[in-house]
């Protein structure tokens, strides 16, 4: 299977199965529309005289290279990865978002934590259950070194004594067990101070920032309690713990809606403010929700991409690059295995959410929703049928999966997205597919340019 | 070539034979939060 495309003015094959990827000219780009396996060892004439408007031996040059490519592995590759699908089965678990917080001192219109409390009540997590998470992710990840723990919320930094209480226990012990943690957290910046700061860069491998861009943008759907603007309150911190990070990774974040469906100006904004590395994604909503992205919004959708993509090509091939975005980047050569690539993101498998109470879900977008609970890290019964039910989920189980040529590169989208526009974690949401096969296309775009 | 011109090395078949060690970051735990991407994870293995 190929996918081939137009980006800004240059013509690109994908190998799907290969990974492989070709810039050609406009000839093999048309030839491609009629030449498929199995390939002869001359060009057949029915394609020199379909591509007539081209001189016939420069189209048997040009089916030869074709063939030449398809002989060697590297076009039209066939999928025989199904055998891996089950790998995930029994997985151990390496990964935790743990909800310290569900309060919060904003009150984003689209928050999918209905501002917070995600349905419940209004509750932190104290110190005692920050450290039992830590001893049932140690308990549950078998030989797994690497243990990644995102502090999450509602906002995180609201119950600040838990999230260094239960740094410091699980550094206490992590040798002991031959484990690494690596702490990310989540944060609106609202409470951000130089001592929290400090111990941010410090200990935590990652931190996500959230604003949405433009003033304007991230006030009018991210405001404080009291209704006014939280952008001039957290731009300052912001720039702080950036400024002070060094080396670490970190993402300003930013969400959109139908509000700013010129997204890009949001994330040129940010970049403005001296921030380098960017994440702005489409919001997730129901769709009766008037900032909620619908299908007619695609073309509007599609274009600022394009407009990024453009923008951040020409940098790139200036010398000059400017900032990283999230949903741009790829990596061609040694990105994930293809085993890691049948399936996403582990979620309910080898990645779980844990509530203030101790409850357990499958990520952090199934919080509060009953039927998903898979158990408490103060049990040591996990519902293994939730578990498996998500081992099983993969390109190859899902519907429309096995034949979309972006399988290698999404991995079956997002469970959670499945789960709350579709009703089943097994059909994926097509508009996030057509959203997601965009971004795809321009990472593969901007990351061949040359 | 002078039609096509080849910009990585076609490797997804390799990495099925030593792949699946499960080192690797979760989606995720990186950014998104929303929206899963696996492409632009990193191999662990190859650091």
């Given at each position: 299977?190929i996918?081939?495309?137009?980006?800004n003015?240059?013509?690109?094959v994908?190998?799907?199965?290969?990974?492989?990827?070709?810039?050609?000219?406009?000839?093999?780009?048309?030839l491609?529309?009629?030449?498929?396996?199995?390939?002869?060892d001359?060009?057949?004439?029915?394609?020199?005289?379909?591509?007539?408007?081209?001189?016939?031996d420069e189209?048997?040059?040009?089916?030869?290279?074709?063939?030449t490519?398809y002989?060697e592995?590297?076009?039209f590759?066939e999928?025989?990865?199904?055998?891996?699908?089950?790998?995930?089965?029994?997985a151990?678990?390496?990964?935790?978002?743990?909800?310290?917080?569900?309060?919060?001192?904003?009150?984003c219109?689209?928050?999918?934590?209905?501002?917070g409390?995600?349905?419940?009540?209004?509750?932190?997590?104290?110190?005692?259950t920050g450290?039992?998470?830590?001893?049932y992710?140690?308990?549950?990840?078998?030989?797994?070194?690497?243990?990644?723990?995102?502090?999450?919320?509602g906002?995180?930094?609201?119950?600040?004594?838990?999230?260094?209480?239960?740094?410091?226990y699980?550094r206490?012990?992590?040798?002991?067990?031959?484990?690494?943690f690596?702490?990310?957290i989540?944060t609106n910046?609202?409470?951000?101070?130089?001592?929290?700061?400090?111990f941010?860069?410090?200990?935590?491998?990652?931190?996500?920032?959230?604003?949405?861009?433009r003033?304007e943008?991230n006030?009018?759907?991210?405001?404080?309690?009291?209704?006014?603007?939280?952008?001039?309150?957290?731009?300052?911190?912001?720039?702080?713990?950036?400024?002070?990070?060094?080396?670490k990774?970190?993402?300003?974040?930013?969400t959109?809606?139908?509000?700013?469906?010129?997204?890009?100006?949001?994330?040129?904004h940010?970049?403005?403010?001296?921030?380098?590395?960017l994440?702005?994604?489409?919001?997730?909503?129901?769709?009766?929700?008037?900032?909620a992205?619908?299908?007619e919004?695609?073309?509007?959708?599609?274009?600022?991409?394009?407009r990024l993509?453009?923008?951040?090509?020409?940098?790139?091939?200036s010398g000059?690059?400017k900032?990283?975005?999230?949903?741009?980047?790829?990596d061609l050569?040694?990105?994930?295995?293809?085993?890691?690539?049948?399936?996403?993101c582990?979620?309910?498998?080898?990645?779980?959410?844990?509530?203030?109470?101790g409850?357990?879900?499958?990520?952090?977008q199934?919080?509060?929703?009953?039927?998903?609970?898979?158990?408490?890290?103060?049990?040591d019964?996990?519902?293994?049928?939730i578990?498996?039910?998500?081992?099983?989920?993969?390109?190859?189980?899902?519907?429309?999966?096995g034949?979309c040529?972006?399988?290698?590169?999404c991995?079956?989208g997002?469970?959670a997205?499945?789960?709350?526009?579709e009703?089943?974690?097994?059909k994926?949401?097509k508009?996030?597919?057509?959203m997601?096969?965009?971004?795809?296309?321009?990472?593969?775009?901007?990351e061949?340019?040359? | 070539?002078?039609?096509?011109?080849?910009?990585?090395?076609?490797n997804?078949?390799?990495?099925a034979?030593k792949?699946?060690?499960?080192?690797?970051?979760?989606?995720?735990?990186?950014?998104?939060?929303?929206?899963?991407?696996?492409?632009?994870?990193k191999c662990e293995?190859?650091?």
């Open positions: 299977m996918h081939k495309f137009k980006q003015g240059r013509y690109i994908l190998d799907v199965c290969s990974g492989g990827v070709h810039e050609v000219d406009e000839l093999a780009y048309s491609l529309d009629y030449a498929a396996p199995p390939f002869f001359e060009c057949p004439k029915e394609i020199t005289d379909k591509l007539s408007e081209y001189p016939a189209v048997k040059d040009c089916y030869n290279e074709l063939k490519l002989d592995g590297m076009l590759t999928d025989d990865y199904e055998k891996y699908a089950d790998m995930a089965l029994n151990p678990i390496k990964a935790m978002c743990l909800h310290v917080s569900h309060d919060c001192n904003l009150r219109k689209y928050c999918f934590a209905q501002t409390d995600f349905g419940g009540d209004r509750m932190l997590m104290s110190p005692e450290k039992r998470a830590m001893d992710l140690i308990a549950h990840s078998a030989n797994r070194v690497n243990l990644e723990v995102d502090f999450f919320g906002e995180p930094l609201m119950a600040w004594d838990t999230v260094v209480e239960t740094v410091k699980a206490s012990i992590e040798k002991q067990h031959n484990k690494n690596r702490f990310t989540t910046g609202i409470l951000l101070d130089d001592e929290k700061i400090d941010i860069n410090r200990e935590m491998s990652n931190c996500v920032l959230s604003l949405d861009g003033k943008i006030d009018n759907i991210r405001p404080c309690i009291n209704g006014s603007g939280s952008y001039d309150i957290i731009l300052p911190k912001f720039k702080k713990l950036v400024d002070g990070r060094g080396d990774d970190y993402y300003v974040r930013g959109f809606t139908k509000y700013n469906l010129d997204f890009a100006e949001d994330v040129l940010i970049n403005s403010l001296g921030f380098k590395q994440s702005v994604e489409p919001v997730v909503a129901d769709p009766s929700l008037p900032y992205i619908t299908e919004d695609l073309p509007k959708i599609f274009s600022e991409y394009d993509e453009k923008i951040m090509e020409e940098q790139k091939l000059g690059k900032f990283n975005f999230f949903h741009f980047m790829i050569d040694q990105g994930p295995c293809v085993i890691k690539r049948l399936r996403g582990g979620c309910g498998n080898e990645y779980i959410a844990v509530t203030p109470d409850d357990i879900y499958p990520c952090h199934f919080v509060g929703i009953e039927e998903w609970k898979m158990g408490s890290i103060f049990s019964k996990l519902s293994q049928e578990k498996d039910k998500f081992a099983k989920l993969h390109i190859y189980s899902k519907e429309q999966c034949e040529w972006a399988r290698f590169y991995s079956g997002c469970n997205n499945s789960f709350i526009y009703g089943d974690i097994r994926p949401h508009l996030a597919c057509e997601q096969k965009k971004r795809i296309e321009c990472a593969i775009a901007l061949s340019a040359e | 070539m002078k039609h096509i011109k080849t910009v990585n090395k076609a997804l078949k390799q990495t034979e792949g699946g060690c499960g080192k690797c970051q979760t989606s995720c735990q990186s950014a998104c939060k929303t929206s899963c991407t696996v492409a632009n994870q293995a190859v650091k």
